[in-house]
């Protein structure tokens, strides 16, 4: 990536300063400033067969060069940051081109569903078991940001969480310089936990053929059944260790009981550990 200069093509008459990037393969383009996931801000085409071995803009910022590999050929690509920040004004304002990338989008079931975790959220942060009055303030404690995205299918480590995490204090911090009626640097409100997971969250989830790829792996004959114990000491031995209290909690928030034994059959294949403990619906629908 390279920042094209101020001035001429680099940057807008209203000051917005443009990108230009290469991919790996075939692709280059321009990205308008800030890199916040916005899809509309970002424009991309094929400019090689094959490998784009290198990239250069001119002093000016009027001209992109790219070099390719095997094609022994450079190219020399004139910038149009208008046509650009059309585009990207096409695309909405706000959360707009966030929500678009959600499922069903405004109007479907999984935004919804986003907006119902995520009061859940705020009276789960104040205790779920009280009787005193709750005070919905629209905003999160960003310390319940790894159990929100797993609410809703997106399971990142604790090493992603922890990414996460840092990003959202610091979209948080520049919240509160911007408005001074927010107090709180430690939350989010709603579209920036929805900006937040649409950036974060895989372009493919977890499979059932990933799942059962791995209990193939982890059991001994092959056929992808594990004893109970077996899960267990692969949970707590393999990459991020899971067990103990961490196990407990995971197993509440999916099942409801944080006890191994309540929760996990004697014997488990990919099947069961998807449907009954993941809630994954697919199955039933690859059976039928």
Known sequence: MLLLPEGDEGASSSGVRHVAYATHDKVIGLMQMPMDGN???VMGLISHPGEVSDLAVSWDGKHVITAGGADNSIHLWRTDVAALEAATKAGGAG??????QLEGGAEGSFYQEMI????YAQLRAQGEDTTDPRLISRLVPIKQLGNM?????FYPSQREVDEITLEARLVAKEAVAKDPTRTS?????????????????????????QIADAFSVLSMDGQGTLSRDSLLRALASHDESLAGDDLAQCLRMLVGVDDPAAAIPDQIDAKTFAEAILGFQDYAAAGA
Do not use: C, Q
């Not at 959360?95 to 678009?100: K, L, S, T």
């Not at 640097?185 to 053929?209: A, C, Q, W």
């Open 95 to 100: 959360i707009e081109p966030f929500v678009a």
């Open 185 to 209: 640097d430690d939350s989010l409100n709603f579209d920036e936990f929805l900006t937040m997971y649409v950036n974060h969250r895989p372009i493919f989830g977890v499979s059932k053929e």
């Open 39 to 41: 899809p509309s801000r």
């Open 116 to 119: 119902d975790h995520f009061y």
């Open 149 to 153: 995205m797993r609410s809703l299918g």
